[in-house]
């Protein structure tokens, strides 16, 4: 995905969800049909699974800041470089060993913010229907959200699902709920890996073809791009031979040409690739069920199907040629100066007191008009935790404006940052 890209035929965070999910779908139901046919589950689950894979497809990137990972980077050096001033408001001191971690993680949430954690907030506790509980999504569908398992003070490299963070201590209590209620335990949830699995494969391969769409890539580029990165590469001109045979045979219904037919190459290589990878991963899928089903798988499916060379090979494009383009690196390098000059004026409302109060002083004038221009949703959630009183106030008021600026649309956040800044 390219933020703010004027271009309609380039992705954008919505119409990526949608192929995520529409993959998803169609790889849980490769993987149901060969689970049914070995007797493992039934017609109407697997009608159930695939329900709940396109949900989480749906769903996957909604905690995303604006700007995508360039936001989250930007948030966490935000809170890096106000650490000392903002968590020494945090009580730290205990000597209780479970007060220490739970402290620590507080901390954490913060200096490691990730969209992937605020997903998990934003559908269960920022979305207000009718009351505290978000979408009201069910504990399968929750379960199944969950891309990582480790909260911010458990991250371990060693283990793939622990390498991000899964939750915040704001959600301590509803992740022990869903481990219960679905039988998980602190293991990652089956239908997970084959929402992870549909999302590696698309961004994978339309980040191509959008690059093509953008004049970054052209056929013959990713041609060599894709034999030269890859050691099979007898399997990797057969494919392409037959992506170019396609094109040929539909060239003499549709006459194409230049650049045309450039792009009509690369969108027929997409679509080839997608049915590749979406087969290859329902397969490992089923070749490691029961070490997924017993919580000992720790790998991605991707990885270990035999479309990984393919993968590999494109993921080595769109970091070498891709994401590396002036304009992508401008977006990013503007993307950090938005969101953090947005935290930096609605922190002036984070530690506004005066509700309810006369009399208030010139600062804090200031302070209440930047809490009362926040989400009055995430201000009822924001005094809802407060009351509830089993988080530490100050993390309250750095969730309030964390949950501000993370759920800005990227146009919302820039056009927002230009009228606050008289940009």
Not at 17 to 37: I, N, T
Not at 65 to 88: L, N, V
Request: charged letters at 30%; a negative charge.
């Amino acid at each position: 995905m390219f933020p703010l890209d004027p271009n309609d035929s380039v992705r954008t965070r919505l119409t990526h969800s949608l192929e995520v999910s529409h993959a998803a779908r169609g790889l849980a139901k490769d993987a149901c049909f060969e689970m049914e046919k070995q007797g493992y589950i039934k017609g109407q689950q697997s009608r159930q699974i695939e329900t709940i894979a396109a949900t989480c497809g749906l769903l996957h990137d909604l905690g995303n800041p604006p700007f995508g990972h360039s936001g989250e980077m930007a948030i966490r050096e935000w809170f890096k470089k106000k650490d000392e001033t903002i968590f020494g408001k945090l009580d730290t001191s205990s000597k209780k060993q479970n007060e220490v971690n739970r402290n620590e993680q507080y901390v954490q949430d913060f200096l490691r913010f990730e969209g992937n954690a605020q997903t998990i907030r934003l559908v269960t506790k920022l979305q207000i229907l009718a009351d505290f509980y978000g979408l009201n999504l069910t504990c399968g569908t929750l379960s199944a959200a969950c891309k990582y398992v480790a909260a911010s003070n458990e991250e371990n490299d060693g283990f793939h699902e622990k390498s991000k963070i899964g939750y915040f201590a704001s959600e301590n209590s509803l992740i022990e709920k869903l481990r219960t209620e679905t039988g998980t335990g602190k293991a990652r949830n089956p239908i997970t890996f084959l929402v992870e699995a549909a999302d590696d494969c698309v961004y994978n391969t339309v980040d191509l073809e959008d690059g093509a769409t953008k004049g970054i890539l052209d056929w013959e580029l990713l041609k060599g791009e894709l034999l030269a990165g890859n050691d099979d590469k007898t399997t990797i001109q057969e494919y392409l031979d037959d992506v170019e045979k396609h094109v040929k045979e539909k060239e003499k219904e549709v006459q194409f040409s230049g650049r045309a037919k450039d792009k009509t190459l690369v969108r027929y290589f997409r679509v080839r690739a997608i049915r590749e990878i979406i087969t290859a991963s329902a397969k490992a899928f089923t070749d490691h069920y029961d070490d997924i089903m017993q919580g000992e798988y720790h790998g991605e499916l991707v990885k270990d199907s035999t479309a990984w060379p393919l993968v590999k090979a494109c993921r080595k494009i769109n970091r070498e040629r891709v994401y590396c383009s002036d304009e992508t690196l401008k977006l990013e390098l503007m993307g950090r100066k938005v969101i953090q000059d947005l935290l930096d004026i609605y922190w002036e409302g984070y530690d506004f007191r005066g509700i309810g109060k006369k009399n208030l002083s010139n600062s804090e004038k200031f302070a209440q008009k930047a809490y009362d221009l926040m989400s009055d949703n995430y201000q009822k959630v924001f005094k809802h935790a407060l009351n509830k009183n089993d988080l530490p106030e100050s993390y309250c008021r750095m969730q309030l404006v964390t949950d501000y600026v993370c759920g800005m649309t990227d146009t919302f956040a820039v056009n927002l940052h230009k009228r606050l800044t008289n940009g």
